[in-house]
Every structure is written in structure tokens, then in C-alpha cells.
């Protein structure tokens, strides 16, 4: 099993681009994406975000792809 922080809480599938949001959170660029296309929330919490500006988590990838060819 994967650990959770590789799982988007949108898709609920293991990330392979993610991305940090406003609210601190990782989420798959394209689900977080077309989620801030029509709200600006957080999917998690719902409260509203202060920036709908997306951030790659390039950490969190590289540990994803570690975990992923150690399989």
C-alpha cells in the first residue's frame, strides 16, 4: 500500500504531478485544476483559499518515483 501523502484527495490515486495549493495540501495538478476551474475552496476543508496559485511539490514527486521503481 502507499503511504497516504502519495494519494490525491481528490482522485484518491497516487499523484504523479503533484502540486501544493493555498491551503498546504498536495492534490494531482490536473484534478486540482479543473476543482479550482470552478470553486475557489479547499477540497478538504472548504474553506475558501487566499491564491488559487498552484505550487509543484517536487519532494513529494521524487519520493512517489522512489517508491514506486523500489516496487
Given at each position: 500500500e502507499p503511504?497516504?501523502?502519495?494519494?490525491?484527495?481528490?482522485?484518491?490515486?497516487i499523484m504523479s504531478d503533484p502540486v501544493v495549493a493555498a491551503d498546504g495540501q498536495s492534490y494531482e495538478r490536473s484534478a486540482i485544476e479543473?476543482?479550482?476551474?470552478?470553486?475557489?475552496?479547499?477540497?478538504l476543508?472548504?474553506?475558501e483559499l487566499e491564491s488559487?496559485?498552484?505550487?509543484?511539490n517536487h519532494s513529494?514527486?521524487?519520493?512517489?518515483?522512489l517508491w514506486q521503481e523500489q516496487r
Open positions: 503511504p497516504d501523502d502519495f494519494i490525491c484527495p481528490i482522485t484518491t490515486e479543473r476543482w479550482l476551474a470552478t470553486k475557489s475552496t479547499s477540497p476543508t472548504s474553506a488559487k496559485g498552484l505550487f509543484p513529494l514527486r521524487r519520493m512517489i518515483r
